[in-house]
Every structure is written in C-alpha cells, then in structure tokens.
C-alpha cells in the first residue's frame, strides 16, 4: 500500500505565523491528494482536494501543491481556530491510506 | 444540506459484535461511496473500507478482510458497517464519510461513533 509520510510530527507556532506541513507518499499519489483538519470530539474536516482545490467555505490562508510524492498544505496566518491535527490522504492507488498527522499547537 | 448522522456509542465484550449505521439526508443516497475511517485513542485515522450504495459493492482494507461487513438500506438512505470478532484494540472513533468518486474527497464525515470493547 501507499504509505504517507508527514512531517513534522509536532509543529509550534504562535498565532499569525506561517505553518508548512509536508506530506511524502511512496509512490506517485498525482492528483488524488487531500488534507482534512482535525480537532478532539469532532469529525474531520476537508481542506483541500486535488492537491491544490479548497473545499467550500474554507478560508484562502489554506493552500495546497505539490505533485508526484511530495506535498505541501500551507496555512498563511495562524489564526487561534488552526491550531489541530491535519492529516494527508491519498486515493489515487489502493488503498486509500493516510498519513500518521501533523499536529499544529500554540 | 448534505449530512451523514451515525448512531449513538456502544460499549461491547471481547469476541462480540458491533453495528453501526450512517443516515444520510441532503444528496442522492446511491450517487457517492460511503467510507469507513477508525481513530483509536491517541492514534491516526485508519481507512477501513468503502461500498458503492448503488451496487452494494464493497472493497476493504486488507486487514478488516473476514471481520468487516458493510451493508445499506437505500429505502432509509443508511448504511451501515459491522465489525466482529470484537477485541480490546478496536475501541476507537468509528467515521462514515462520503466518498466522491471523479476526485479525493473525502466530504462530508458523520459526527463519529464510540465503540469501547471491554470485558
């Protein structure tokens, strides 16, 4: 199966700065890539698709690329709301799998 | 709007069962996959398989293969997943989620279901 890398593992910033999250997949994952936040007692939610489409209602600080094996979930400012868990996930070979998270804390 | 609701907590013994099911209102019932995605306390979300409403197809993870059964009830727009063979290791968060099938998504997600096994 597709494993799914993130790091880091633990991401410390204050509100206002920029968080990278990287995501490396084993194989060539194009472009069935996206990244959901999550935070305790609730479900996840979807960020991004496709690599780089923002689902709706999500706010334009979250941004995706990449391509291949190697992507990139960016959020532009912290706001108090993103500090979670995010995880990537594939569906481009099978099985669907996602990675272990990266955890964005204050 | 779109949403999948999954019934309440469950708490079971070692070598039992579960059944938990996942009503969905707001959208066509037959036109997207239902996936089945588990977080254990403290872990990741672990995919566990998918169904096609429409066909009742099913494709599981190799490792819920023999233990995992996913059925619908398309009358009630339900589906429902059921894991057997229950042991202490399978206390998690069980998700449905809506499975898109032209890209990645994964959208909208039930609100989760507790399932605890314990003696």
């Known amino acids: 199966e597709t494993v799914l890398t993130q790091s880091p593992a633990t991401l410390s910033l204050s509100p206002g700065e920029r968080a990278t999250l990287s995501c490396r997949a084993s194989?060539?994952?194009?472009?069935?890539l996206a990244w959901y936040q999550h935070k305790p007692g609730q479900a996840p939610r979807l960020l991004i698709y496709?690599?780089?489409h923002r689902a709706t209602g999500v706010p334009t600080r979250f941004s995706g690329s990449g391509s291949g094996t190697d992507f990139t979930l960016t959020i532009g400012s912290l706001q108090p709301e993103d500090f979670a868990v995010y995880y990537c996930?594939?569906?481009?070979?099978?099985?669907?799998?996602f990675g272990q998270g990266t955890r964005v804390e204050i | 709007q779109v949403q999948l609701v999954q019934s309440g907590a469950e708490v079971k013994k070692p070598g039992g069962s579960v059944k938990v099911s996942c009503k969905a209102s707001g959208y066509t019932f037959t036109r997207y996959d239902i996936n089945w995605v588990r977080q254990a306390t403290g872990k990741g979300l672990e995919w566990m398989g998918r169904m096609d409403p429409n066909s009742g197809n099913t494709g599981l993870a190799q490792k819920f293969q023999g233990r995992v059964t996913m059925t619908r009830n398309i009358s009630i727009s339900t589906a429902y997943m059921e894991l057997s063979s229950l042991r202490s290791e399978d206390t998690a968060v069980y998700y449905c989620?809506?499975?898109?099938?032209?890209?990645?998504?994964?959208?909208?997600w039930g609100q989760g279901t507790l399932v605890t096994v314990s003696s």
């Open positions: 989620a809506r499975g898109w099938a032209i890209d990645s998504r994964f959208d909208p």
């Open positions: 194989q060539s994952v194009s472009p069935s």
């Open positions: 996930q594939q569906r481009s070979n099978w099985p669907p799998t």
């Open positions: 496709d690599v780089s």
